[in-house]
Antibody
């Protein structure tokens, strides 16, 4: 089955860290860029980060730059998001999403079900 | 706050046509970047509806169509059905932010 499955969500105190993972199956993982998109409670979708197919290119939204690190292991078909210095504003459901399309025209044709991250004291 | 603006809500009776606008600027839609559309039901994975301004992925009914002009794009839903009740988001790239952006989202209600 073609799917993405997030894991690693949970509750963390402000200033803490959390690592999300995304396991891919059913497609050639190493051929596609993968993204993280989040949705805060009651808010819309927000693009967070992306990594190129090879892993050589990484991209971040200004809201997480310097705090979050995206990485991938193509031998294990997995994607990770290391989140540091978390604040309440990072509370959201985090989705991994497979990217397609040309440079600067990526769209997301496969999404996971999401992982909830709650930052609260 | 998003740089792509959508109406918070639209509604229509079954069988009617509704349209959702996505208004951007010269750094995103107006710069020629593609616009894509997603359907999202709370608690589920978002679903790609339209890519590259007006293309439908396999399996998406032809009731859904997309268009783009200038700094705006639109999603039209013809023959509205109860199952279309969901949140809809446009998405593009913004060169001033150097990143991908989503619209503010529109809730579609079937009366």
């Amino acid at each position: 089955e073609v799917q993405l499955l997030e894991s690693g969500g949970g509750s963390v105190q402000p200033g803490g860290s959390l690592r999300l993972s995304c396991a891919a199956s059913g497609f050639t993982f190493s051929r596609y860029a993968i993204n993280w998109v989040r949705q805060a409670p009651g808010k819309g979708l927000e693009w967070v980060s992306a990594i190129s197919a090879s892993g050589g290119g990484t991209y971040y939204a200004d809201s997480v730059k310097g705090r979050f690190t995206i990485s991938r292991d193509n031998s294990k078909n997995t994607l990770s998001l290391q989140m540091n210095s978390l604040s309440a504003e990072d509370t959201a459901v985090y989705y991994c999403a497979k990217g397609r399309g040309g440079t600067y025209n990526w769209y997301f044709d496969l999404w996971g079900r999401g992982a909830l991250v709650t930052v609260s004291s | 706050q998003s740089v792509l603006t959508q109406p918070p809500s639209v509604s229509g009776a079954p069988g009617q046509r509704v349209t959702i606008s996505c208004t951007g600027s010269s750094s995103n839609i107006g710069a020629g970047y593609d616009v894509h559309w997603y359907q999202h039901l709370p608690g589920t994975a978002p679903k790609l509806l339209i890519y590259g301004d007006s293309n439908r992925p396999a399996g998406v009914p032809d009731r859904f169509s997309g268009s783009k002009s200038g700094t705006s794009a639109s999603l039209a839903v013809n023959g509205l059905q109860a199952e279309d009740e969901a949140d809809y988001y446009c998405q593009s790239y913004d060169n001033s932010l150097s990143g991908y952006v989503f619209g503010t989202g529109t809730k579609v209600t079937v009366l």
